[in-house]
């Protein structure tokens, strides 16, 4: 059997999700769909499918898909999520699962009443070793975590050229930090219950983007562990580093970190330095390998297996309430609660 996939939204990463989709035995794309028609009219030729529609709800009533893959802007996640879960569908959504915890939890409640499954493409779970911290904390040899700290800063290309045409309604936190709050609470495996942010408007906004340079913020889990998040992306873009990432947790027994910068590719040429990475989503021959790939295999295995995403609603909804209360934070100047009912 061959599960039907549809695509929301085909700009990069719609693309690329579709690229790996695509090669799959057991699943096939069979609609688009997408406001924008040079992104529409692009991937239906890559992905020579036919169905193409700018509205996504005419998608789902014409369409009969397994599953979607939306991967529209941060802010645009929530309505075509539920759609496609009300309409028997089930969903591979980019992160963050939403721009808000009130939305989040209405997924929430969503997916609890239709049973549909729901993944959300934090792909970092999938890198070896983010998985491997995971396996120690399990098997007692960092001990309790305590203390988290992680960074993840881009060049400013990112913000006005790559995400140029929504960059103002994200920030890095959204953006960035989200891998690394997922990551840091699956680790400590606890509810927060309180964020306390700063941010700062400068580079960015005077050259016409209102949005966040950076933003550092203190998430207190349930038990007293905290973490401490940077995200930036105003680097110059001499930086050879998308991004410069860092990740540290520091346990009851032991101590472990993260650089990614060691992973790296380091590519001295001519025109410039660049640091090249492969692990998130490469295409080796015919094949693409990585964490995205991994991460969209593991979903399809959900759907053909009936068993629970690695990263369900109920992570997806975590990792929200943070990134929501960091911006209530940012808002207020004041510690911002976090209530979870889960």
Not at 61 to 66: A, N, V
Not at 166 to 190: E, G, Q
Not at 318 to 336: F, M, N, Q, V
Request: glycine share 6%; hydrophobic share 40%.
């Amino acid at each position: 059997m061959k599960f039907k996939f549809g695509i929301i939204g085909t700009g990069i990463m719609g693309k690329a999700g579709g690229r790996i989709i695509q090669l799959m035995d057991n699943a096939e794309i069979v609609a688009l769909a997408d406001l924008s028609d040079k992104n529409l009219s692009e991937a239906a030729k890559e992905f020579k499918v036919e169905n193409t529609y700018k509205d996504y709800k005419e998608m789902f009533k014409k369409e009969k898909l397994d599953a979607v893959y939306i991967a529209t802007p941060d802010v645009y996640h929530t309505d075509p999520i539920i759609t496609a879960l009300e309409s028997g569908v089930h969903v591979l959504v980019e992160k963050p699962l939403t721009t808000s915890q009130e939305d989040a939890e209405k997924v929430y409640e969503v997916v609890k009443k239709t049973g549909m499954k729901l993944q959300i493409n934090f792909n970092h779970r999938w890198l070896s070793p983010y998985h491997k911290i995971k396996e120690m904390i399990n098997d007692g040899k960092l001990g309790e975590p305590v203390i988290g700290y992680a960074r993840k800063n881009n060049p400013i290309y990112v913000p006005t050229e790559m995400l140029a045409s929504w960059a103002k309604k994200s920030s890095p936190a959204w953006f960035m930090s989200s891998h690394d709050i997922d990551l840091m609470t699956w680790w400590f495996d606890k509810n927060p219950v309180e964020v306390y942010a700063r941010g700062i408007k400068k580079v960015l906004k005077e050259r016409g983007w209102d949005t966040y340079d950076g933003i550092q913020a203190l998430v207190t889990y349930e038990g007293g562990g905290f973490a401490t998040f940077e995200a930036a992306w105003i680097y110059p873009n001499t930086s050879p580093y998308m991004p410069d990432s860092y990740m540290e947790v520091i346990g009851t027994h032991g101590t472990t970190q993260i650089d990614r910068q060691a992973e790296a590719i380091d590519a001295i040429l001519e025109e410039k330095f660049v640091c090249p990475r492969t692990f998130l989503n490469y295409k080796v021959f015919e094949q693409w390998q990585g964490a995205m790939p991994a991460c969209v295999k593991s979903f399809i295995y959900s759907i053909e297996h009936d068993t629970t995403p690695h990263v369900d609603v109920k992570e997806g909804l975590r990792s929200t309430s943070i990134l929501d209360a960091i911006h209530r934070s940012l808002a207020s100047g004041k510690p911002e609660k976090i209530v979870l009912n889960i």
